[in-house]
């Protein structure tokens, strides 16, 4: 007899959850993973991690510093004294020297805890993993224990929400998954005000930069959002890891440390009511809800209403923010404690009895006994409102077709028959006191193969021929013995008995078959979907499922310009007659049903469904068939709606993408156009202000200067005219490249004699510096377009003589590297800040300079870009390492079968 109150304590049956002792083996041998998790910079996770790691090393254990980041505070410099610092990897990046830790060296020294700072940093390329936290992850592979830091805004679920907190973008980013796998997460909190106070105190940053911080990301109202951000994140990786435990030592719940909601659900009339009322209970709660429902036995015979009012409830609870499970048993309230307890849930959800009285006392009620069973866990009975709470479609159903198979009746003939020739032998042969069971064996094939109909009629086929052959006196419809009625009448019982639960089995069977084939054929449509990567792919591969497993003809319309308009359809469609685009444009607009069969224009050809996702609709289904009257079965709506919503989501990841794109693109055309309304405004104009100055002077005063000032004049007005002239053709050089235009007319030169002609041409721009050129007589010639290529060079060579103070050397050498010829322009000014070296080749960008430097249209360095790469070539910029000052490198491909200067044979 089974347990009569199986939500106390632990039954006989209680045992550990077989995902929680496999999550448990999982890391078995594998290191610690130990979280300093703080909602901003400066709250004191660096050094709280070296403050636990001072305490592991007071215990014996062997604890090195695999990298720390002080930021220059004396107290956190303070305490990393004492600990063994492994040295950290020197990484040449573009002629800069990083520091990177050095994974090597600290699996080579295999210490028991490691201390490694910033988790979400970036690794210098030439890295062996991309991100620290990869080399955090295979510390821990090799069973090393790792304490480690990280800030709120870096965990990647939250990306989005930060960004519209702080307006900041924060770009590295850590995988939830690393949180979730950590073995404990210590959440380092202080108050938005003390955090202000450390800024004002210049304890995070310089004071200059603490001032920026506060008025911009450190602001009280974004700090306190960042802080609960951390809490909940913390607390919510605390309750999966009271879940782990409590299924892992197999322990029965509820342990109320927080708020868990599970909603059961079956094919009741109230049941929508339930997932609003559990949405709403969730929402006050602030707390995960599931909702769940029991497949049992009886639900194979649910009607075809019943199942499609189930499948609408799942549905709407999925799109309400919910959980659905759907879990197989036999005893509803036995089973949905059992789940209750193993999940920690602490409030069910459930309806209020439907049955009648009278009949509770034959079949127990599952809300009574949830009442009585429930333990520690809050039972929430709802009423809920019949009428209102269906999800109503708006669309008829048309009824499955029920088809009367002679065959299995004839068949179950058959089998009677069979069975009456076995009992004749049988009864000739041996002396068998009870042929009525080889009449069951005809019963049970009947049902086996036609279901409940053809072995009803086997039942009562079988009684008959049982009652005419075996049944004295024989062949004849008359008993004469009483004990032999009542024989017939137990045999016609057990065969009608037998025949039930037959056709049952059957029914499930064929049920469990049809299920695996549509899942089947889910799983494939979502595999095609995740591999499309164009709109009009996933919706041909939309359009064809859907035509294939419903055996309709499809349409596919999405919005465009305002309307409607048909994108795919299978076969081929793109025509619509007038009424189906106006009930097209309605299930658009009002996110309903419209068309054949629905309540909304139902006399257009097709029926037109929304495409919807959890925000909104992103397009309209039309379907139709040769049948007349309403289209889909419920089983097919319910088909319909799954496939449905795979391809909504499909089409919105493929908006959204454009959508990112566009802009992008859009933010990128902004830029340009403000940098080019700017260059205009201001440094076009710089020049033309001094000409004209010069020129007004000359003209009004010329007689009366000094013969050298009207030359200094007259030199200002030449020296601003070739600037503008620069200026110009630097924008026309873009627009070219901008269109397209840009067609190099190539042949083969020295390089040394293009260098010669672009020094000639920037004479008087590098006249306060030394040029140094080391071009090699044997350089291999190059194919370029000798205009493009001297713009190039002189473009470069404006930028040295630009950025490099007055009397230093500027350096132009060539040399040959493997199938190429590196030229390489070299200054002495400042260098390049290591996050400009890329941006520096963007359109209208240009270092912070110091008053002193020339100002100029940013257009030089992304025309010489632009020219190298469209001759064949690369350029890149780094910083030198044996002074400071810029390299630009360009790397041009060396001509197949070309001559080099200086060769004897030449």
């Known amino acids: 007899m089974p347990d009569a109150n199986p939500g106390n304590g632990r039954d006989t049956e209680t045992r550990p959850s077989p995902d929680a002792l496999l999550r448990a083996a999982e890391r078995e041998g594998r290191g610690r993973l130990k979280i300093f998790l703080g909602a901003a910079p400066g709250v004191g996770k660096t050094y709280e991690m070296l403050m636990s790691g001072r305490a592991a090393q007071a215990d014996g254990v062997d604890v090195v510093i695999g990298v720390v980041e002080t930021h220059g505070r004396k107290e956190t410099e303070a305490l990393t004294e004492g600990f063994e610092i492994v040295g950290r990897r020197q990484i040449d990046y573009r002629g800069q020297n990083l520091e990177e830790m050095d994974l090597d060296a600290i699996l080579a020294r295999r210490p028991a805890l490691v201390l490694v700072d910033e988790l979400a940093h970036t690794n210098a390329s030439g890295s062996r993993h991309p991100k620290r936290y990869m080399d955090v992850q295979e510390l821990l592979a090799q069973g090393i224990d790792v304490y480690s830091t990280l800030n709120i805004q870096h965990v990647e679920s939250l990306n989005d929400v930060v960004a519209q907190i702080t307006r900041i973008r924060v770009r590295e980013t850590v995988p939830d998954l690393i949180i979730d796998r950590a073995d404990d997460v210590e959440i380092i909190d202080i108050t938005p005000d003390d955090l202000i106070k450390r800024l004002n105190d210049g304890k ?147 309806g209020r009895p439907a049955k009648p009285r009278w009949l509770q ?47 299995h009746y004839l068949q179950s003939t058959v089998f009677v028959a069979l069975a009456i020739a076995a009992g004749v032998a049988l009864d000739q042969t041996f002396d068998v006191r009870n042929l009525a069971l080889v009449f069951l064996m005809a019963v049970l094939a009947s049902a086996v193969r036609g279901g409940l109909g053809p072995g009803l009629f086997a039942s009562l086929l079988g009684a008959v021929a049982f009652n005419f052959f075996f049944l004295e006196p024989r062949y004849t419809f008359t008993i004469r013995d009483p004990e032999s009625v009542i024989a017939l009448l137990f045999y016609l019982g057990v065969a009608v008995v037998a025949s039930n ?153 493929v908006q959204l993408v454009s959508d990112v794109d566009k802009a992008r693109l859009a933010a990128e055309t902004d830029r340009l156009r403000t940098a ?38 007259l030199s200002t007005v030449i020296d601003e005219s070739e600037r503008l002239n620069r200026f110009i053709v630097n924008l026309l050089d873009m627009t070219r490249l901008g269109s397209g235009a840009m067609q190099p007319n190539y042949a083969l030169h020295f390089a040394g004699d293009m260098v010669g002609t672009a020094l000639g041409r920037a ?81 209208f960008y240009r270092v912070r300079k110091s008053d002193q430097v020339r100002a100029g249209t940013g257009l030089g360095l992304a025309i010489c870009r632009g020219f190298v790469e469209a001759m064949g070539g690369t350029i890149q910029a780094h910083n030198r390492s044996d002074r400071s000052g810029a390299i630009f490198t360009i790397r041009m491909p060396v001509p197949v079968d070309v001559p080099i200067l200086g060769d004897e044979n030449d």
């Open 501 to 653: 639960l037959t056709a049952a089995v059957q029914r499930q069977a064929v049920s469990a078959r049809q299920r695996s084939r549509t899942t089947e054929d889910l799983y494939l449509f979502s595999k095609k979907l995740a591999s499309t990567g164009t709109l009009d792919d996933v919706l041909w591969v939309t359009a064809f499922q859907i035509a294939s497993m419903l055996k309709v003809r499809v349409v596919i319309l999405l919005p465009e310009n305002g309307t409607i308009a048909v994108k795919a359809g299978y076969p081929p469609d793109d025509t619509l007659v007038d009424a189906d685009i106006a009930a097209a444009r309605w299930a658009w607009e009002h996110n309903r049903p419209a068309g054949r069969a629905a309540d909304t224009l139902p006399g257009a050809k097709r029926l037109y469904l929304p495409l919807r996702t959890g925000r909104e609709a992103v397009g309209v289904i039309g379907l139709d068939n040769d049948r007349q009257g309403p289209l889909l079965t419920p089983e097919q709506q319910r088909l319909f709606d799954a496939l449905a919503d795979q391809a909504a989501l499909a089409i919105e990841r």
């Open 676 to 713: 080019l309304l700017t260059s205009i405004s201001h440094d076009l104009k710089t020049p033309l202000a001094a000409i004209m100055g010069s020129a007004d002077m000359l003209k009004d005063l010329g007689p009366q200067l000094p013969e050298e000032t009207r030359a200094e004049l």
């Open 204 to 350: 995070v940053y310089m004071p200059k930069t603490a001032r920026r911080a506060i008025e911009n990301y450190f602001s009280p109202g974004n700090l306190t959002a960042l802080r609960e951000l951390a809490l909940r994140r913390t607390a919510q990786r605390v309750d999966e890891q009271l879940l782990n435990h409590m299924q892992a030592n197999a322990i029965s719940g509820p342990w109320a440390a927080g708020d868990r909601l599970l909603v059961c659900l079956d094919h009741g009339r109230n049941g929508a009511s339930l997932v609003r009322y559990a949405r709403r209970q969730a929402d006050r709660l602030r707390a995960p809800w599931v909702v769940l429902h029991l497949d049992t036995p009886q639900d194979a015979a649910l009607s075809e209403e019943d199942k499609d009012r189930l499948a609408a409830n799942m549905r709407l609870a999925q799109q309400l923010g919910a959980e659905a499970v759907t879990l197989p048993g036999r005893s509803p309230s036995r089973e949905i404690i059992a789940y209750a307890n193993a999940n920690n849930f602490t409030h069910i959800v459930v």
């Open 763 to 843: 004479a008087k721009i590098a006249s306060g510096h030394t040029v140094e050129v080391g071009i090699p007589a044997d350089l291999p010639m190059l194919k370029v377009d000798p205009v493009l290529f001297e713009q190039v060079l002189f473009n470069l060579i404006d930028n040295a003589a630009k950025y490099a103070p007055e009397g230093t050397v500027i350096e132009i050498r060539g040399q040959k590297d493997g199938n190429a010829v590196l030229l390489s322009v070299m200054d002495e000014g400042s260098g390049v800040p290591p996050e400009d070296l890329e941006r520096i080749f963007d359109s």
């Open 361 to 407: 006392f034959w079949q127990a009620s599952v809300t009574h006994d949830l009442i009585r069973h429930a333990g520690h866990i809050s039972v929430h009975v709802i009423s809920g409102d019949q009428k209102d709470g269906e999800a109503d479609r708006g669309v008829k159903v048309a009824q499955a077709p029920r088809p009367f198979r002679v065959k």
